[in-house]
C-alpha cells in the first residue's frame, strides 16, 4: 500500500514567518494528495488537495504542489498568523486492496508566537 | 455542507464498561471510518465499512468491534473497555463514486475524547 512521512513538530515561528512542511509519499500511480488541518479541540478538516501531478492546491494562504518527480507536497504559507497554530496532516489514499481509505502523516505541530 | 456528527464529545467509562460510540453521517455517503488519534502515533485506523453490514478491519481492531446497520450510522464497540484505550476517537466518511472531484476525500466529526479510569 501507499505510505506517506512528513515531518514531526513541533514547529515553533512568530508571526508573518514562512513555513514550510514537508511530506513526501511512496505510491503506486497518481492518487490524490491530501492536506488536512486540526485546531484546538476539533476534529480533522481539509485544508487543500491535488489530484494530479504537477496541480497547485491553495486555501487560506496555504499552497502544496504536486511534485511526483520528488514524490513531495509540501506545505507552504508565506506569512503565518497566530490563528495558523493547529496540527498539520499529510494523507493519500490506501491504495492496493485498502478501498477508499487514507493513510495520514503522524502529524505537525505548529505553534505562531506573537 | 457535509455534517458528521459524533454522540459525545468527551466521555469517562470504568474498565470493563461496555462502550458505544456512535458516528452519524447526512451525506449519503457508502464509506465509514473509524479512527484512533493519540500522542506522536498520529491516526490509526480501527474498522472502516463500504456499505451497510459491511465491515472491514483497519490497522489496529483488537479489542473493538463495529455496526453498521443503517447507511448513515457506524457505531464503534468497546466490548470491555480498558485503560489503554484511552484516547480520542474519530469518525469519517467519504464517497465512493470515482468520477466524483469528492471521491477519496474524508469529512471528519468532532471527536469523542474518551477516558477510561
Known amino acids: 500500500g501507499n505510505s506517506v512521512t512528513q515531518m514531526e513538530g513541533p514547529v515553533t515561528l512568530s508571526e508573518e514567518a514562512f513555513l514550510t512542511i514537508n511530506c513526501t509519499y511512496t505510491a503506486t500511480g497518481y492518487p490524490s494528495l491530501f492536506w488536512y488541518v486540526q485546531y484546538p479541540g476539533e476534529g480533522l478538516q481539509l485544508l487543500l488537495k491535488a489530484t494530479k501531478a504537477d496541480d497547485k492546491g491553495s486555501n487560506k494562504g496555504f499552497e502544496a504542489t504536486y511534485r511526483k518527480e520528488t514524490t513531495s507536497f509540501h506545505l507552504e504559507k508565506g506569512s503565518v498568523q497566530v490563528s495558523d497554530s493547529a496540527v498539520y496532516f499529510c494523507a493519500l489514499p490506501l491504495g492496493g486492496g485498502g478501498a477508499d481509505g487514507l493513510t495520514f502523516g503522524k502529524g505537525t505541530h505548529l505553534i505562531i508566537q506573537p | 455542507d457535509v455534517k458528521v456528527t459524533q454522540s459525545s464529545r468527551y466521555l469517562v467509562k470504568r474498565t470493563g464498561e461496555k462502550v458505544f460510540l456512535e458516528c452519524v453521517q447526512d451525506?449519503?455517503?457508502?464509506?465509514m471510518f473509524w479512527y484512533r488519534q493519540d500522542p506522536g502515533l498520529g491516526l490509526r485506523l480501527i474498522y472502516f465499512s463500504y456499505d451497510v453490514k459491511m465491515k472491514e478491519k483497519g490497522d489496529i481492531p483488537e479489542g473493538y468491534s463495529v455496526s453498521r446497520e443503517k447507511k448513515e450510522r457506524f457505531s464503534l464497540i468497546l466490548e470491555s473497555a480498558s485503560t489503554n484505550q484511552t484516547s480520542m476517537y474519530l469518525c469519517?466518511?467519504?464517497?465512493?463514486?470515482?468520477?466524483?472531484?469528492?471521491?477519496?476525500?474524508?469529512?471528519f466529526g468532532p471527536g469523542t475524547r474518551l477516558t477510561v479510569l
Open positions: 451525506m449519503d455517503h457508502e464509506n
Open positions: 469519517a466518511s467519504s464517497l465512493q463514486r470515482r468520477t466524483s472531484i469528492l471521491y477519496n476525500e474524508q469529512f
